[in-house]
């Protein structure tokens, strides 16, 4: 069983930073695809940005230049740099690894961006 723990997640104003961060309970590096995706009440869990075991990201359209995601293998962790944050990015935060033909997920952090 992978286990994935987020955190990082909190309240900031509109236009600032925050890095989320996702531990993995097991080695990376052979994982082939690892995410983070976001949901707000009401609503389906969407892509935010996903990283691959090469390196290749790819992101959102809405957080395009102005998110970041990295992965770690030392550490077994990815990261999620978050800029110039706006109202609209306020959500709960999960992480995803995919592995061969399971998917796990994290429990997810709380981003709150005020106006």
């Known amino acids: 069983q992978v286990q994935l723990v987020e955190s990082g997640g909190g309240l900031v104003q509109a236009g600032g930073s925050l890095r989320l961060s996702c531990a993995v309970s097991t080695s990376i590096f052979s994982i082939n695809l690892m995410g983070w995706y976001r949901q707000t009440p009401g609503k389906e869990r969407e892509l935010v940005a996903i990283?691959?075991?090469?390196?290749?990201?790819n992101y959102a359209e809405s957080v395009k230049g102005r998110f970041a995601i990295s992965r770690d293998n030392a550490k077994n962790t990815v990261y999620l740099q978050m800029n110039s944050l706006k109202p609209e990015d306020t959500a709960a935060y999960y992480c995803r690894a995919a592995l061969s033909t399971v998917n796990y997920w994290g429990q997810g952090t709380q981003v709150t961006v005020s106006s």
């Open positions: 990283i691959t075991r090469a390196g290749t990201t």
